[in-house]
C-alpha cells in the first residue's frame, strides 16, 4: 500500500470514528460535571455535619412542632447542614407530617434520611387528632372550622396571629415579602396561605404549630416550578394568590383556567376586574345580589372602585385555582373574552362574554334567580 493510500485510510477511519469520539468525550464532560454538582451539593447541604463525630446528643421535639420548627432545631444543634433540605426531603419522601413529639439521641454523623426516619418512629406515645380545611374558605371561616372541630377552643389569638404575622412571617419568604410589601387596608396577612388540606397534629397544639403546619404545606405546593411560571408572568407571589383567592370564589375547578383567563384579559387592558365577591368579601355578606351602594363600598378589596388586584387575598385557594392563575385559558385569551356571569347559583355554570353589551344582557337573564337564591339561603 503506497503512503497516499494509508494516509487515505486512516482519514476515512478518522471520519467514521470522529463523531463517536467527540460523543464519547461530550459524555465524559457532562458526566464530570454531574459528579461535581453532586458532590457540591452533597458536601455542602446533605451530607451529615461530622462524618466522624458519634457523640450522642439528646433532641427533643415539643409537641406539637411542626416540620419547619424541627429543622430549625436541627440546625441550631448542628445535626443537619441545611434546615431547608432536611424540611424538604421529608415532605418528599412523605414523613414530614410524621415527625413525632419526643426525646431523642442523635448524633452529627447521622444521615438526613436516619434522622428522619427516627423521628418519624417516635418514641412516645402521644394523642394526635386531625383536621381538614376545605378550599375557599376565609382566615375567618377556618378559625371557626377549627373550633367546630375542636382544635381550638376561641379564634382569638388564631385571628390575631393571621392578622399580622407576628413571629410567623420571617420564616417563610413569600409571607416576609408580603410584609414588606403590604398595603393599608390589607386584614390579614396570612389571607390566601394556609393551604386546605387534611393535617395530623397533636391534640393541644398552639395556633402557631397550626399555623406552621399550613404555611409548610404552602411551602411545597408552591415550589419552584409555579414561581418559574411567576416570574414569566411578570407577577410576584402575592399577587397570583391573591388572583387564585378570587379564582377560587368566583367559579368551580372547570372553569378556574377560563375565569384566570377574563382577569389577566382585563389587567392586560387596565380595566378594573368587577369582582363580586371581593366586594363581598370587603362587606361580610354572601349575597349574590349587591346593590349600587354595596358596588361602591370604600375598600381596598372592592376590585369595582380600585383598579388591579385588591390589597389581599379574600380566601385560601386549592391548588387548582393556583394553577389556574398561572395557567389561563389560552383560547379565552387569546379571544379577548372580559365577561362572566354566573347562570345557576346551585351548580355554579357560568357564561363567558366578549362584550359589556351580551354581558348586560345574560346577567338580565339571571338577576331575578339569584335573588331566589340569596333568600332561598338567608343572605
Request: aromatic content about 10%.
Amino acid at each position: 500500500m503506497t503512503d497516499n493510500n494509508r494516509g487515505r485510510g486512516w482519514n476515512i477511519v478518522w471520519l467514521i470514528f470522529r463523531p463517536i469520539i467527540i460523543f464519547l468525550c461530550a459524555c465524559v464532560l457532562v458526566a464530570g460535571i454531574l459528579v461535581s454538582a453532586w458532590k457540591y451539593a452533597y458536601t455542602h447541604y446533605i451530607m451529615p455535619p461530622d462524618p466522624n463525630d458519634s457523640t450522642e446528643i439528646e433532641f427533643v421535639v415539643k409537641s406539637g412542632s411542626s416540620v419547619s420548627s424541627i429543622a430549625r432545631q436541627l440546625k441550631e444543634a448542628d445535626l443537619v447542614r441545611n434546615k431547608g433540605v432536611f424540611q424538604y426531603l421529608s415532605e418528599f419522601i412523605g414523613k414530614g407530617h410524621k415527625l413525632k413529639a419526643g426525646t431523642y439521641t442523635l448524633s452529627r454523623n447521622m444521615e438526613l434520611t436516619e434522622i428522619i426516619d427516627i423521628l418519624a418512629a417516635g418514641n412516645e406515645a402521644v394523642e394526635v387528632m386531625k383536621f381538614t380545611i376545605v378550599e375557599g374558605l376565609t382566615v375567618e371561616g377556618i378559625a371557626n372550622s377549627l373550633v367546630e372541630q375542636g382544635v381550638f377552643t376561641d379564634t382569638t389569638r388564631f385571628l390575631e396571629l393571621c392578622r399580622t404575622g407576628a413571629g410567623i412571617a420571617e420564616n417563610y419568604d413569600f409571607l416576609k415579602t408580603a410584609q414588606e410589601n403590604a398595603q393599608e387596608g390589607r386584614t390579614y396577612l396570612l389571607e390566601g396561605y394556609l393551604f386546605p388540606d387534611t393535617y395530623e397534629i397533636y391534640v393541644g397544639s398552639s395556633e402557631e404549630t397550626v399555623i406552621g403546619k399550613m404555611l409548610d404545606r404552602m411551602n411545597v405546593i408552591y415550589g419552584v416550578s409555579y414561581k418559574k411560571r411567576a416570574e414569566e408572568l411578570g407577577m410576584t407571589t402575592d399577587e397570583v394568590i391573591i388572583l387564585a383567592s378570587i379564582i377560587e370564589k368566583e367559579g368551580k375547578s372547570s372553569t378556574f383556567n377560563k375565569i384566570s383567563a377574563v382577569f389577566h384579559n382585563r389587567l392586560e387592558d387596565n380595566i378594573a376586574l368587577g369582582s363580586d365577591v371581593t366586594v363581598q368579601y370587603a362587606l361580610g355578606v354572601k349575597r349574590l345580589v349587591l346593590t349600587d351602594a354595596d358596588l361602591a363600598v370604600e375598600s381596598a378589596y372592592n376590585t369595582y372602585t380600585h383598579k388591579g388586584l385588591p390589597v389581599g387575598a379574600i380566601c385560601n385557594p386549592g391548588d387548582a385555582a393556583i394553577q389556574a392563575a398561572l395557567y389561563p385559558d389560552a383560547d379565552y385569551l387569546e379571544e379577548k373574552y372580559l365577561y362572566f356571569t354566573l347562570t345557576d347559583p346551585e351548580t355554579g355554570e357560568l357564561a363567558f362574554s366578549k362584550t359589556l353589551e351580551e354581558h348586560n344582557e345574560i346577567a338580565a337573564q339571571y338577576k331575578e334567580l339569584w335573588a331566589e337564591y340569596d333568600k332561598k339561603n338567608g343572605n
